[in-house]
């Protein structure tokens, strides 16, 4: 019986020709209608999924430049060297000084993010933001906030 062989390399090929691929792009690069051959073959891989489009793009971490927050943008797709949406909103959120509010953090990710903050209620925490945007503090900012004897809501980066 033949062996059938899907290289690795096509993935590369492919990946240096495009700087990202779906799936069904990176199954026809393998000549494999299976998922799980592609993600096997991706494993051996330096890789990263979008955290727009649902995941739905894949790079290499040797294709994506990222910039000094963590964060590569080619077209519209957008990837990060922290993984999925929710764990680059956490780095992004805990490293931060002064903390971001939902609008600010969906301007520097270039995504809306609030469903994905909803979701870190054991991570960052949440301010009640009494009529204004949701805002997210790290814990230095909330403890100079509640320092300087401010609602958390009125610590706003930058301010």
């Known amino acids: 019986m033949k062996t059938i062989s899907f290289?690795?390399?096509?993935?590369?090929?492919?990946?240096?020709d495009r700087k990202?691929?779906?799936l069904p792009l990176l199954k026809g690069a393998l000549g494999?209608?299976?998922?799980?051959?592609?993600?096997?073959?991706?494993?051996?891989?330096?890789?990263?999924?979008?955290y727009s489009?649902?995941?739905?793009?894949?790079?290499?971490?040797?294709?994506?430049?990222y910039d000094e927050l963590g964060l590569w943008s080619f077209q519209d797709i957008h990837s990060s060297r922290h993984g999925t949406l929710l764990?680059?909103?956490?780095?992004?959120?805990?490293?931060?000084?002064?903390?971001?509010?939902?609008?600010?953090l969906d301007?520097?990710?270039?995504?809306?993010?609030?469903d994905?903050?909803?979701?870190?209620?054991?991570?960052p925490a949440r301010s009640p933001g009494v009529g204004g945007p949701l805002?997210?503090?790290c814990g230095r900012a909330r403890a100079t906030a509640a320092a300087m004897g401010r609602s958390a809501g009125a610590a706003k980066p930058g301010g």
Do not use: C, M, W
């Not at 994905?116 to 991570?123: D, E, I, V």
């Open 53 to 65: 489009h649902r995941g739905a793009y894949y790079t290499l971490d040797t294709i994506a430049r």
């Open 135 to 137: 805002s997210l503090l």
């Open 20 to 22: 990202v691929a779906t």
């Open 32 to 50: 494999s209608d299976v998922d799980l051959t592609v993600f096997r073959k991706l494993s051996a891989l330096p890789y990263r999924s979008s």
């Open 7 to 16: 290289p690795a390399q096509r993935l590369e090929a492919l990946f240096q």
């Open 107 to 114: 301007a520097v990710v270039q995504v809306p993010t609030k």
């Open 116 to 123: 994905a903050l909803r979701q870190l209620a054991a991570g």
């Open 87 to 104: 764990n680059t909103a956490a780095v992004l959120v805990t490293n931060a000084s002064a903390g971001y509010f939902t609008d600010e």
